[in-house]
């Protein structure tokens, strides 16, 4: 989760606090209208003027992302712990309604549940015990005539309650850090799985021999790239076909043959830049995208690949191959154009490379010139 999701949620989850004092607060005032509240106006007034204040002041802390400072960004203790001073002192204010507000301490340490560890979460609920506790003997020291039996049995009562409390917190905890370890166990999985498919798609779209794309995966990328192409721009599209391939299968072996295919790819990738797109597009036949480039530019790549291939040698130890070299046939490619009918203007220039004696590189706007 980002922080500013955090953020959000922690503020949420603040104002949900809040809307409860506020509700609390309202009760109150109806039981000091019904005659149940021991506390006069002034008193009262001034609680509930702290009580806002406070709330107020957490409300900025959570807006101005000044609680992302402390260890525990929600405040959650510190927030139970007020709620049950605030409490305490309400439940002192009260005599007949006393066991009817009782029920907010159990609310005050849900809010803490999700939260709170474990040991945290005991010690609050001790807290409320002692506060109530607390109170009853603050009362039974300043009344000189006290009956504390419906008082000992809230008190009995509030202690099953956190009890039980308490005991559920552990079970949620131990529930929650099993789903943690599960959610872990589950990223851990689909990051492997990633991996595999990242992998999977590498092999998909790559030829084993020389490393390059193999046909399909250049069809798919120069598909896309002539789908995003702008109106003022041309694309260099050539085929690369290597010479007299076949001769050196039959005379060297298919060893030397894959050797030559892989010495190629090699210096291809290094002549080539970061932006073009190179493939093997069948046996000894190679296709090059280069985008945004003219006339010149894809001239000039070209012939850059075919005199460094020309110095070349496959790495075979008492090999000496004749001199390597390549014919291409090249072609531009422009907004609305076919796939396929560049392919085959690149073809034919090809052939009159091949024709016209090898180890050349022609392109397919000189035949229309001529």
């Known amino acids: 989760m980002t922080e500013t999701a955090l953020q959000k949620l922690l503020l949420k989850r603040f104002l949900m606090a809040a809307g409860t004092y506020l509700l609390v607060l309202a009760l109150v005032w109806v039981a000091l209208l019904s005659g149940h509240l021991q506390a006069s106006l002034n008193a009262l007034l001034l609680g509930s003027g702290l009580l806002l ?13 000044r609680n992302l400072r402390f260890n525990d ?20 204010q009260l005599d007949q309604g006393r066991g009817t507000f009782l029920m907010f301490y159990p609310l005050i ?26 109170l009853i003997a603050w009362e ?9 039996s419906l008082l000992a049995l809230q ?18 905890q131990a529930a929650r850090q099993r789903m943690r370890q599960r959610r872990y166990a589950l990223q851990a999985h689909q990051d492997t799985l990633r991996g595999m498919m990242r992998q999977l798609e590498d092999l998909v779209a790559t030829d084993e021999l020389t490393g390059l794309f193999n046909r399909r995966h250049f069809l798919s990328l120069a598909t896309c790239e002539l789908e995003r192409m702008r109106a003022d721009s041309c694309h260099g599209l050539a085929l690369i076909d290597l010479d007299h391939f076949k001769r050196i299968n039959d005379v060297y072996g298919h060893a030397a043959g894959d050797q030559v295919l892989q010495v190629f790819a090699t210096i291809a990738s290094d002549c080539l830049g970061d932006t073009a797109v190179l493939a093997r597009y069948g046996g000894e036949e190679f296709v090059l995208l280069l985008p945004d480039c003219s006339e010149e530019q894809l001239a ?3 012939e850059r690949l075919r005199k460094a291939f020309a110095l070349a040698q496959p790495p075979a130890v008492g090999l000496r191959v004749e001199p390597l070299s390549l014919s291409a046939g090249m072609t531009l490619l422009s907004e609305g154009d076919d796939l396929d009918d560049a392919l085959q203007r690149a073809d034919q220039a ?18 229309v010139d001529a």
């Not at 039974?140 to 504390?148: I, L, P, R, T, V």
Request: aromatic share 14%.
């Open 53 to 65: 204040v406070c709330q107020l002041l957490l409300g900025w802390v959570f807006a101005s992302g």
């Open 155 to 172: 008190a009995c009562a509030l202690l099953v309650v956190l009890c039980w409390l308490c005991l559920y917190a552990r079970y949620v």
């Open 73 to 92: 960004p929600s405040l959650t203790e510190f927030q139970v712990l007020l709620a049950i001073a605030w409490q305490t002192w309400l439940l002192a």
């Open 350 to 367: 090809l052939y009159r490379a091949k024709r016209s004696g090898r180890n050349r590189c022609l392109a397919a706007w000189e035949a």
């Open 140 to 148: 039974a020291w300043q009344a000189a005539h006290f009956d504390g």
């Open 300 to 302: 000039s790549c070209c």
């Open 109 to 134: 340490l849900m809010f803490g549940l999700f939260h709170l560890s474990g040991r945290v979460f005991v010690r609050c609920a001790l807290l409320v015990l002692c506060s109530f506790v607390g």
